[in-house]
């Protein structure tokens, strides 16, 4: 699902990046008094990198054919890629469980690919689902993506021992208070599952001034403990619905107050959260909503995600006052648009692309 960038929040006065608790008892919460935010105003610089081509949302999105066993997206601008199916999403999930609008994707380094759905006939409410990609493949969904897709559709009123087979392959977990639930992300260094919870009112609005970043159980795939806490910077922030974590531990995620794409980098750990803004804001965004950010462990880069439209640029260059130029730059633009929601990376550098119309993962044929 989208999010607009410019002038979403510019309203409010303090970092908005979820609601106020009111977490479930299950779920142990620490309040940080302490702002999760370091200043550094006066060296921030805006950077041209004109590499990067901004996308404009299409009125309408590409769907795919029902009959179709396999698609494939690749870039017609920028740095060429193409990724082609891997995992054709079931349709519908568990017990008739409506698993469209998936939102946001992470793989694991055991090789577990959780997917957040968050139902649009529910509000600020979804759930995680793991998916057994080693044994997936075992099971023949790679040549055959249809069985996947179909797993949970009875024939004659019962399901065949092989969809049974994979069912096993899959983990549902129970709906919870996700907010938009862009921002699953997988901490490469502590395994450690996180996201945002980012709550809206139905016209888009954030609900709360308090941030809050929830850790992801592996059992239960719900939150059993969140930081709530506030971000401020000379009267308001924007961002909070994008993280990702490179292979040290360090979490980052974008946005743009009207003024460019701003990059946070922080630390998020059992009770605390600290993010400092970097001091390159990029001039150019690659599209109109702001949708994920990925980090490929292979390449040591962050990607930006909008709109069927992702650039990326080495994290290393984030560090210190930020050495960020032109030249840093990769853009790609895809076809068909299909609304992409999340990019996630292998250890071997191959990307994860999560789409929409109709909920798929295609897998990029090389590095990226």
């Given at each position: 699902?989208?999010?607009?960038?410019?002038?979403?929040?510019s309203?409010?006065?303090?970092?908005?990046?979820?609601?106020?608790?009111?977490?479930?008892?299950?779920?142990?919460?620490?309040h940080?008094?302490?702002?999760?935010?370091?200043?550094?105003?006066?060296?921030?610089?805006t950077?041209?990198?004109?590499?990067?081509?901004?996308?404009?949302?299409?009125?309408?999105?590409?769907?795919m054919k029902?009959?179709?066993?396999?698609?494939?997206?690749?870039?017609?601008s920028?740095?060429?890629?193409?990724?082609k199916?891997?995992?054709?999403?079931?349709?519908?999930?568990k017990?008739?469980?409506?698993?469209?609008?998936?939102?946001?994707?992470?793989v694991?380094?055991?090789?577990?690919m959780?997917?957040?759905?968050c139902?649009t006939n529910?509000?600020n409410?979804?759930?995680?689902?793991?998916?057994?990609?080693?044994?997936?493949?075992?099971?023949?969904?790679?040549?055959d993506?249809?069985?996947?897709?179909?797993?949970?559709?009875?024939?004659?009123?019962?399901?065949?021992?092989?969809?049974?087979?994979?069912?096993?392959?899959?983990?549902?977990?129970?709906?919870?208070?996700t907010?938009?639930?862009q921002?699953?992300a997988?901490n490469l260094?502590?395994?450690?599952?996180?996201?945002?919870?980012?709550?809206?009112?139905?016209?888009?609005?954030?609900?709360?001034?308090?941030?809050?970043i929830?850790h992801i159980?592996a059992s239960s795939?719900?939150p059993?403990r969140?930081?709530?806490?506030h971000l401020v910077s000379h009267?308001?922030?924007?961002?909070?619905?994008?993280l990702?974590?490179?292979?040290y531990g360090?979490?980052?995620?974008w946005?743009?107050?009207?003024?460019?794409?701003?990059?946070?980098?922080?630390?998020?750990?059992?009770s605390h959260v600290?993010?400092?803004?970097?001091?390159?804001?990029?001039?150019h965004?690659?599209g109109?909503?702001v949708?994920?950010m990925?980090?490929?462990?292979?390449?040591?880069?962050?990607y930006?995600i909008?709109?069927?439209?992702?650039?990326?640029?080495?994290?290393k260059?984030?560090?210190?006052?930020?050495?960020?130029?032109?030249?840093?730059?990769?853009?790609?633009?895809?076809?068909?648009?299909?609304?992409?929601?999340?990019?996630?990376?292998?250890?071997?550098?191959?990307?994860?692309l999560?789409?929409?119309h109709?909920?798929?993962?295609?897998?990029?044929t090389g590095?990226?």
């Amino acid at each position: 699902m989208k999010r607009i960038i410019l002038g979403l929040m510019s309203f409010m006065t303090c970092a908005v990046l979820g609601q106020s608790v009111t977490a479930d008892a299950s779920v142990k919460v620490y309040h940080q008094r302490s702002t999760a935010l370091i200043n550094h105003p006066s060296s921030i610089r805006t950077l041209n990198n004109s590499k990067v081509k901004y996308v404009k949302v299409p009125k309408g999105f590409t769907h795919m054919k029902s009959n179709n066993h396999t698609n494939e997206m690749k870039a017609i601008s920028g740095k060429g890629v193409t990724f082609k199916t891997r995992f054709l999403l079931p349709d519908p999930g568990k017990d008739n469980q409506p698993w469209g609008n998936p939102q946001s994707i992470a793989v694991s380094k055991s090789g577990y690919m959780y997917i957040v759905y968050c139902p649009t006939n529910l509000h600020n409410e979804g759930r995680i689902v793991r998916y057994d990609m080693k044994r997936l493949i075992q099971l023949g969904v790679e040549k055959d993506p249809k069985l996947l897709q179909s797993t949970y559709v009875k024939h004659d009123g019962q399901y065949s021992d092989k969809q049974k087979e994979v069912q096993r392959a899959i983990k549902v977990g129970g709906l919870f208070d996700t907010g938009h639930g862009q921002s699953l992300a997988y901490n490469l260094k502590t395994h450690a599952l996180y996201m945002w919870r980012d709550n809206e009112t139905k016209s888009g609005a954030p609900t709360s001034m308090a941030g809050y970043i929830q850790h992801i159980s592996a059992s239960s795939l719900k939150p059993d403990r969140a930081i709530s806490f506030h971000l401020v910077s000379h009267g308001y922030i924007h961002g909070g619905h994008t993280l990702t974590f490179d292979k040290y531990g360090n979490a980052y995620f974008w946005s743009n107050p009207g003024n460019g794409a701003n990059i946070y980098k922080g630390r998020v750990s059992t009770s605390h959260v600290i993010f400092r803004r970097t001091d390159q804001i990029l001039r150019h965004i690659p599209g109109t909503h702001v949708q994920s950010m990925g980090y490929s462990t292979k390449r040591g880069r962050l990607y930006l995600i909008s709109d069927d439209s992702i650039a990326s640029f080495p994290a290393k260059q984030l560090n210190g006052h930020g050495s960020l130029k032109n030249s840093s730059f990769e853009w790609s633009e895809l076809t068909p648009k299909r609304e992409t929601e999340g990019l996630t990376f292998d250890g071997s550098g191959h990307g994860y692309l999560l789409v929409n119309h109709d909920p798929e993962v295609l897998l990029s044929t090389g590095v990226y």
